[in-house]
């Protein structure tokens, strides 16, 4: 089987006091649950991130009902404590790999989507250089 490789290059956000600021983005797609229908969306690469996290506008656009459909849990972050509602299986895919992930959704649209570490990140080879992030599998 061949190895898969997937470039991005980081995004600039600001420069401050300490220097310039470049983020990790990838570009995803998730599959909504209802339709044969893939929803592009930027990520975040956020290896500090447990699992991958999308804002609440999110899981309408990919057919799932967060009170019907997900687990209802309570985490903790940098923010303090907040409802995360858990959808075991959804389906990823970046470039041409694709891979079924858990996600969480919070009940509020003002935090980026993170691609986060389980069952996901932890799975390929990531490589930070130069601005520039490559995933391999």
Not at 15 to 22: E, F, M, V
Not at 117 to 132: A, G, P, S, W
Request: net charge positive.
């Amino acid at each position: 089987m061949s190895k898969i490789t997937e470039r991005f290059p980081f995004r600039y956000i600001t420069k401050g006091y300490l220097g310039s600021i470049w983020r990790p983005y990838a570009l995803c797609e998730f599959k909504n649950i209802k339709e044969d229908l893939w929803i592009p969306m930027e990520l975040v690469i956020d290896t500090g991130a447990d699992y991958t996290l999308l804002p609440f506008n999110y899981a309408y656009l990919l057919g799932i009902n967060l009170d019907n459909d997900c687990y209802k849990e309570t985490t903790l972050g940098i923010g303090g404590e907040e409802k995360v509602y858990l959808y075991k299986k959804l389906q990823a895919k970046i470039g041409r790999m694709k891979i079924n992930i858990p996600v969480g959704f919070l009940k509020r649209n003002d935090v980026p989507p993170l691609l986060g570490r389980l069952k996901f990140l932890e799975l390929l080879r990531i490589t930070f250089n130069k601005h520039v992030t490559l995933f391999e599998c």
